[in-house]
């Protein structure tokens, strides 16, 4: 494998100049090191190591002269005999955004004791709650790839699971739009892998019959592939409907809770040391998003590198729901489907992403650049909204590999240590085939394994169906007027933009998984996501939650550690 990739390196214009060190470990992994100038460099390196069939993965520690400084490893204090223990758990599963939270529920099926730790202060507070929320059809991944298979059998399972953890699911479908000659092989080559990946109801379109489906469609479109089966959601409502669903059945999330190390004396998945304490367990499920590589590493059986990708997505008001009903995307670019234009489920068009390779795993900025590339490319599709009915933006950072594709496995190397790894997009759409992947996976090895030492039976008291209150604006006047005779606080709109009342919010801070943050209220709530961004809202939900959490409003969050809102206090928040 060295001598063939040496010679693709040296028949690379760009990267023949360089003399990099490359090891070829054991698994058919390649391990990449050494200085290079430019991020751009380190990523085509791994890429092009990757490109060849008998690599398995490839561990890229190439670095720059910017990039080392940002990259280094965490040194970690560890006191095997102090730390004290937190629980005992069968499964332990790192990381709560879609992938974690969709395997807890399915997990919890079976009568085994589950905990699930996140380092963040709430549930889908990593790339969950910063993407497109498009639970695609699956055309554009490679034919034979994992996510391929999954993204088309979890598309699948969506009805059922919206209708079960009550989230709002609109299968609109969705285009991807060509204007001349090119983007038609574009779409062909599309349609040819979707008919490949099982897509159901694919079929290319003229541009007139596309105009049909989606009127607001530019007259500039020629053709068109039809994808009736993609559909959208809100990412991080998917998220904490799972997470809640398995919390009902009995699983235990930790948040704020971070894995730093992993005893696997004897090559087996022990102990996890976390900052809070360790944690004892049979079986650990890395679904640690863009960290996936850092927790490998920790657990012992690192294959793969996460190279971070960035997208940027603008969200305009909701006033403008109209524009569009289904998805209409782009051809793509190197390595994203090109972007789409959309909206959420509460009728917000959402335009992106952007496709940016980034050095740093927490850079979720949003640049000028993103800003522009998005809204020149998309107003030339879609007629009916501009610039001025932007009311945000944001950044999401995709999760990676060098084989572009996702790492579903248990360990060879390291008993109990299952892989749910380098899950970028699609795979919030692919997520309910992941976690049943996931767990097919842990019931072979605990047969093969015995790391339990008992059979594991599936439980005959799950409870599939969420427990969840409807929004009170979305009430009849007799359930409000119902509400509002039990609590007098159904009857204080906080935030008038999304019409969130103030017991609401109280809900949801005292809720299944509590909202202790500015952030997890919005998410659970609405309350900022409207045309002002909190700028009503915002301050009153700090007094809510500073009230109801006991604890000053100085100590009140975003999102977490070092996000404080307030400063310090001049004088009472007066409103109420
Ligand atoms: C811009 C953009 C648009 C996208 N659009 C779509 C789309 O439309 N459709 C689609 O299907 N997919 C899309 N994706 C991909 C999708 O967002 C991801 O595949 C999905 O969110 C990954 O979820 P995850 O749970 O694996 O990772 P994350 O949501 O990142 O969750 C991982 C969690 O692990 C936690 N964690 C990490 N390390 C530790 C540790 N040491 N200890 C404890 N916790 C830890 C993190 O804090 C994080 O919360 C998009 C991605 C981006 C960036």
Redesign the pocket.
């Known amino acids: 494998m060295i001598a063939h990739l040496k010679k693709l390196i040296k028949e690379n214009e760009k990267l023949n100049r360089y003399d990099i060190n490359i090891e070829e470990l054991e698994n058919n992994v390649i391990k990449l090191s050494g200085k290079v100038d430019s991020w751009g460099d380190v990523v085509d390196f791994g890429h092009l190591a990757a490109s060849l069939d008998q690599v398995k993965g490839v561990i890229n520690e190439l670095y720059t002269a910017e990039s080392i400084k940002k990259n280094m490893k965490k040194k970690v204090k560890i006191n095997l005999e102090k730390d004290k223990l937190i629980k005992k758990t069968d499964v332990l599963i790192?990381?709560?955004?879609?992938?974690?939270?969709?395997i807890a529920r399915e997990l919890a099926k079976y009568d085994l004791d589950i905990t699930v730790?996140?380092?963040?202060s709430d549930?889908?507070?990593?790339?969950?709650?910063?993407?497109?929320?498009?639970?695609?059809s699956g055309y554009a991944a490679t034919p034979g790839s994992l996510k391929a298979e999954l993204?088309v059998k979890?598309n699948a399972k969506y009805d059922k699971w919206s209708k079960e953890l009550k989230f709002d699911f609109d299968r609109t479908g969705s285009f991807v739009v060509g204007f001349d000659e090119d983007d038609r092989a574009h779409i062909q080559e599309y349609y040819e892998k979707g008919k490949k990946n099982g897509v159901p109801g694919i079929e290319i379109l003229t541009g007139d019959k596309a105009r049909e489906i989606e009127e607001n469609l530019s007259e500039d479109v020629k053709s068109a592939l039809w994808t009736p089966s993609a559909g959208?959601v809100a990412?991080y409502e998917v998220?904490i409907a799972l997470a809640e669903n398995a919390v009902e059945n009995g699983v235990d999330i930790l948040l704020d809770?971070?894995?730093?190390a992993v005893d696997n004396a004897a090559d087996k998945i022990n102990i996890a040391y976390?900052n809070q304490g360790r944690i004892e367990c049979s079986y650990l499920i890395n679904?640690?998003?863009?960290?996936?590589d850092?927790?490998a590493e920790?657990a012992g059986d690192r294959q793969f590198t996460i190279h971070p990708?960035?997208?940027?997505?603008i969200i305009f008001d909701k006033e403008k729901a109209k524009v569009l009903k289904s998805a209409v995307g782009t051809t793509p670019s190197k390595h994203t489907k090109g972007g789409?234009a959309?909206r959420t489920p509460e009728g917000n068009p959402l335009w992106?992403?952007?496709?940016v390779e980034v050095a740093d795993k927490t850079n979720t900025a949003v640049s000028q650049e993103d800003l522009d590339t998005i809204i020149n490319k998309f107003t030339t599709i879609v007629g009916g909204i501009d610039k001025k009915d932007m009311i945000t933006s944001f950044?999401?950072?995709?999760?990676a590999n060098y084989k572009e594709d996702f790492v579903i496995e248990a360990s060879e190397k390291i008993k109990g240590l299952i892989q749910?790894?380098a899950?970028?997009?699609?795979?919030?759409?692919?997520?309910p085939a992941?976690a049943e992947k996931i767990v097919n996976i842990l019931l072979n090895e605990e047969k093969k394994l015995k790391l339990l030492g008992r059979k594991i039976k599936k439980k005959n008291n799950f409870q599939a169906e969420r427990v969840v209150n409807k929004p009170f604006h979305q009430c009849s006047n007799h359930e409000k007027e119902k509400l509002l005779a039990e609590d007098q606080a159904y009857g204080h709109v906080i935030c008038r933009c999304e019409n969130v009342t103030e017991a609401e919010i109280v809900s949801a801070i005292h809720g299944k998984i509590p909202a202790r943050t500015v952030d997890a209220i919005k998410r659970r709530t609405r309350a900022g996501m409207g045309r002002c961004q909190a700028g009503f809202c915002g301050p009153r939900v700090v007094k809510i939650l500073a009230r109801e959490l006991g604890i000053d409003s100085e100590k009140i969050t975003k999102k977490g550690e070092g996000s404080n809102i307030v400063n310090y206090r001049i004088k009472e928040l007066l409103f109420d």
Request: charged share 10%; hydrophobic share 40%.
């Open positions: 790192v990381g709560a955004g879609i992938t974690g939270s969709a730790i996140e380092k963040n549930i889908a507070e990593g790339t969950t709650k910063a993407n497109n929320g498009m639970v695609h993204n979890g959208y990412p998220a809770t971070e894995l730093i976390t679904a640690a998003g863009v960290y996936a850092q927790v920790m990708r960035r997208g940027t997505l789409v959309q992106g992403p952007t496709a950044s999401g950072v995709r999760a749910a790894a899950i970028q997009s699609p795979g919030l759409a692919s997520s992941i």
